[in-house]
């Protein structure tokens, strides 16, 4: 039976927007699982408190799905993990739409999110910004020392699920992530050490759009998301990029005078 | 108790920096002993994973030298090089290791000289910072 947020949903994606098929979570006995519905059928108890993100869900069933306009819900993060997998031609821009969640303040509280609004608000009501983070202001007082402690004493819960590289909807190296490469991570150790942390806290740096889902999926409680965000201030400081917007390129693909080269590196 | 003697990676680029490393060997230049060079073919082969997994295992510090910027064998190299490292120290900020334990340089095949200079330099300031902290976290 479809509720009324499908109703509305429904109509949004089909008729005014003219998708084929919808991408939503919904309950089905008693869970919350994705589902992609095409139209005309039945859209089911559909839920808007996504337990998580739809954009790597529809990164991963994209190949398969070779025609037809696809309709999924997007959060402002949603919106900028979007703009880096268009940028990067995983997804062809015309055959997305995007239907625009306001974030509840509660979400944007766990979420510390400084850019909660979505560029169009269909559903929801738009809230204020996070005034930053607690635990941010805690570590800026900390000694190096006590930075390092405090570090470490975090990163050895890891039992290196790779649940943080999995959920994230920008992290796209699929079959040769360096962190299951023994060059760089020792296989058999958990933890994996620091190099583990940093390695995946470089390679998100230019991709980063603070959705939090690392730290939601980490079964340790590592507030990796803290991380992210100190890095994306630290991008911001010495390059004035932000990931997210399908325009800029990342400084990490652009020479010293802002002329772009190929991605990756194959020159050597 | 004896002095600290840092364990120092530099990775020199074939085509110029190496080449000003021989150049200093050949004019018998004295430098401390404490570097050990990775010779690669560009300063962008170095990628930032080498650095970090050197700094996580516990070396003291890293030295990264390039061509000049203009003089890249391949071009471009080194303006990637040139935006990754400052990158990779904020990464060990963050997690509370000195970012000056990174280094980041250019050395011409004719700069004998200022190789022997920034090699004892960086070995000055490592010594300074102390041994690499990442030593004495147990994981
Ligand atoms: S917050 Fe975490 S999951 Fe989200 S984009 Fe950044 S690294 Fe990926
Ligand atoms: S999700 Fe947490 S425990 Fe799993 S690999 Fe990432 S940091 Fe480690
Ligand atoms: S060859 Fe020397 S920096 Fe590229």
């Known amino acids: ?268 | 108790m004896a002095e600290f003697s840092p364990t120092i990676l530099a990775f020199c680029c074939n085509w110029c920096s190496y080449a000003g490393a021989d150049l200093a060997g050949v004019s018998r230049l004295q430098m401390p002993p404490n570097i050990h060079i990775i010779r690669v073919m560009c300063s962008a082969s170095v990628k930032p994973e080498y650095v970090l997994k050197a700094i996580s295992g516990g070396v003291d510090g890293v030295l990264v030298l390039g061509c000049h910027i203009g003089d890249c064998h391949y071009m471009t190299g080194n303006h990637r090089t040139a935006k990754r490292m400052p990158l990779v120290q904020k990464v060990l900020k963050e997690v509370g290791i000195d970012e000056k334990r990174l280094r980041l340089d250019w050395v011409s095949a004719s700069e004998g000289e200022k190789f022997q200079k920034v090699v004892t330099d960086f070995v000055d300031e490592v010594k300074q910072l102390g041994p690499n902290p990442m030593r004495g976290v147990k994981w």
């Open chain 1, 1 to 268: 039976m479809v509720n009324d947020l499908g109703r509305k949903l429904a109509k949004l994606a089909f008729e005014e927007r003219g998708a084929d098929m919808l991408l939503v979570m919904r309950e089905e006995h008693g869970n919350v699982v994705p589902a992609m519905v095409p139209k005309g059928e039945d859209l089911g108890d559909v839920r808007l408190d996504i337990p998580y993100q739809l954009i790597t869900i529809l990164e991963n069933i994209y190949p398969w799905v070779s025609k037809g306009r696809i309709a999924i819900i997007t959060r402002r993060c949603d919106e900028k993990a979007l703009a880096e997998l268009v940028k990067r031609k995983y997804v062809d821009d015309k055959r997305i739409v995007r239907i625009g969640l306001a974030c509840s303040e509660d979400q944007i509280r766990r979420c510390r999110c400084e850019d909660p609004v979505p560029s169009k608000v269909d559903l929801g009501e738009p809230h204020a910004a996070a005034k930053g983070d607690e635990l941010i202001s805690r570590l800026e007082k900390m000694s190096q020392q006590e930075r390092l402690e405090f570090w470490a004493g975090q990163f050895k819960k890891c039992n290196k699920c790779f649940g943080c590289t999995l959920n994230c909807p920008v992290c796209f190296c699929d079959d040769d992530c360096v962190l299951e490469d023994r060059t760089f991570v020792a296989e058999p150790s958990v933890p994996p050490g620091l190099s583990f942390h940093m390695i995946r806290s470089y390679h998100m740096i230019d991709k980063c759009i603070e959705c939090g889902e690392c730290e939601r999926s980490c079964p340790a409680e590592i507030p990796l998301l803290t991380m992210r965000k100190l890095l994306a201030k630290d991008m911001k400081e010495l390059f004035k990029f932000r990931p997210g917007d399908e325009k800029t390129v990342s400084p990490l693909n652009t020479t010293l005078e802002g002329e772009q080269l190929e991605d990756g590196c194959d020159e050597c």
